[in-house]
């Protein structure tokens, strides 16, 4: 099937805080010689936009403001287009993105990676507002992200117990949701399946890729553990790393 665009995820596709994964710099730009327009799309919220940019800077990949898409500004998008205040429980970082939400008592909850924020006092604060009947919002319902010493819980499983506490379901602003794939195919303005989500997320990666109509490509290296390919059905490409995504895409285009 025809190439016309790639989506990249950052960590664990072109590196792995606070490291380039190797070759990726050298796999980022061969991908650019393709003429290929390239987005990156991520569902990190412990970082804000520009921290994101900076540290893209930093490890020497150029990207474009333009090309980055991030859950937290999809949700914050979100918001704004149905005058929602969220109480807000998340990481610190993010605070600046929404501060011009704040003010109004909440009526909505808004969910990330909190790290310590996750605490009984805030998670039964946002339990009391969504049994009231205010809209649970979640930037994303990732299990896990990877660091240098292993896994760590992300905001999913704390999703999950919001929706089974207030018998509510979230609205999920990042990947997977197809909301969030149709934009940056707005932006690229090429077909789904024209268009190729490579990531190392199995879930949100590739079976949300997947589930909109896209090709999909799940590397193994950042959160990939041997076996994830298993765990969900539907044709993609399985590749050691980014520099493997590179030679295949140059090879298909040859």
Do not use: W
């Not at 050298?26 to 520009?50: H, I, K, M, W, Y």
């Amino acid at each position: 099937m025809p190439l016309r665009a790639i989506c990249l995820d950052l960590a664990g596709v072109l590196y792995q805080d606070p490291r380039l994964l190797p070759g990726a710099q050298d796999a980022l730009q061969r991908l650019r010689a393709t003429g290929l327009p390239l987005r990156f799309v991520t569902n990190t919220s412990q970082r804000n936009r520009s921290q994101i940019l900076n540290d893209l800077a930093s490890l020497n990949l150029a990207v474009d403001e333009s090309e980055l898409f991030t859950a937290p500004q999809a949700a914050h998008d979100y918001l704004t287009h149905r005058g929602l205040t969220p109480y807000c429980l998340f990481h610190p970082n993010l605070k600046e993105e929404f501060s011009d939400l704040e003010g109004k008592q909440p009526d909505a909850v808004l969910i990330g990676d909190a790290g310590r924020k996750f605490s009984y006092e805030h998670l039964d604060q946002a339990f009391r507002l969504l049994h009231d009947g205010a809209p649970l919002i979640a930037i994303g319902e990732n299990r896990y992200y990877q660091l240098d010493d292993g896994l760590h819980l992300d905001a999913g499983p704390f999703v999950r117990a919001l929706e089974y506490a207030a018998n509510c379901k979230a609205i999920i602003t990042g990947k997977p949701s197809p909301a969030f794939f149709e934009q940056v195919l707005a932006d690229l303005g090429t077909r789904p399946e024209y268009t190729l989500m490579v990531g190392d997320d199995v879930h949100g990666d590739v079976e949300g890729a997947l589930n909109s109509g896209m090709q999909a490509c799940l590397v193994q290296t950042g959160k990939y553990r041997a076996g994830d390919e298993k765990t969900i059905t539907g044709e993609f490409r399985l590749e050691a790393d980014i520099r493997a995504v590179a030679r295949t895409v140059t090879r298909l285009l040859e």
